[in-house]
T-cell receptor, first 108, second 113 residues
Framework: QKEVEQNSGPLSVPEGAIASLNCTYS??????FFWYRQYSGKSPELIMS????GDKEDGRFTAQLNKASQYVSLLIRDSQPSDSATYLC????????FGIGTKLQVIP | DTAVSQTPKYLVTQMGNDKSIKCEQN?????MYWYKQDSKKFLKIMFS???????INETVPNRFSPKSPDKAHLNLHINSLELGDSAVYFC????????????FGNGTRLTVT
């Protein structure tokens, strides 16, 4: 069974802090890795995609991929209350599998 | 607006009924999907079509039948609805196949009573 594991949280961070979200995946042939943000009652929206080892930065967001450890992370710098949402990690090759999502709460 | 649009937004029906959900994308994407998000918020793929051809068919009851009349449309028909079918169903599309990012529709909340 190909799985993507995330801690469901909630992860609470104060406003302005760095939020660190983590994810592991079981399928070693996974080539595509994504982070989606889902607000309550809304559809998931893409935050970051990453395909090779290392870091990828986009504004306040940094995705990190370590294929040897089968580990993906998302860092959110200068966290804002508007970042409060569930963050879904997804990984796969021929088919993308989603994790359960980590609920992030940014406390003003 | 360029988007993935699905209808209806809400669907309340009784057990045993048959219902359909429609999805259209005007993003020019080749691949479309149906995902189910259950009460635990777990998002699971059901089907995927690439240019009208079925490429992913997960372990889904035969009561669920997707239809793609063209690459911009993917509909989902559900026969003999059961209580366990209650969930949010998301349509999605991606530009170049199953390894590219997904663009989701707004979801259809199906409640079976």
């Amino acid at each position: 069974q190909k799985e993507v594991e995330q801690n469901s949280g909630p992860l609470s961070v104060p406003e302005g802090a760095i939020a660190s979200l983590n994810c592991t995946y079981s399928d070693r042939v996974s080539q595509s890795f994504f982070w989606y943000r889902q607000y309550s009652g809304k559809s998931p929206e893409l935050i970051m995609s990453i395909y090779s080892n290392g870091d990828k930065e986009d504004g306040r967001f940094t995705a990190q991929l370590n294929k040897a450890s089968q580990y993906v992370s998302l860092l959110i710098r200068d966290s804002q209350p508007s970042d409060s949402a569930t963050y879904l990690c997804a990984a796969g090759y021929q088919k993308v599998t989603f994790g359960i999502g980590t609920k992030l709460q940014v406390i003003p | 607006d360029t988007a993935v649009s699905q209808t209806p937004k809400y669907l309340v029906t009784q057990m045993g009924n048959d219902k359909s959900i429609k999805c259209e994308q005007n993003l020019g994407h080749d691949t479309m999907y149906w995902y189910k998000q259950d009460s635990k918020k777990f998002l699971k793929i059901m089907f995927s079509y690439n240019n009208k051809e079925l490429i992913i068919n997960e372990t889904v009851p035969n009561r669920f039948s997707p239809k793609s009349p063209d690459k911009a449309h993917l509909n989902l028909h559900i026969n003999s609805l059961e209580l366990g079918d209650s969930a949010v169903y998301f349509c999605a599309s991606s530009p170049t196949g199953v390894n590219s990012p997904l663009h989701f529709g707004n979801g259809t909340r199906l409640t079976v009573t």
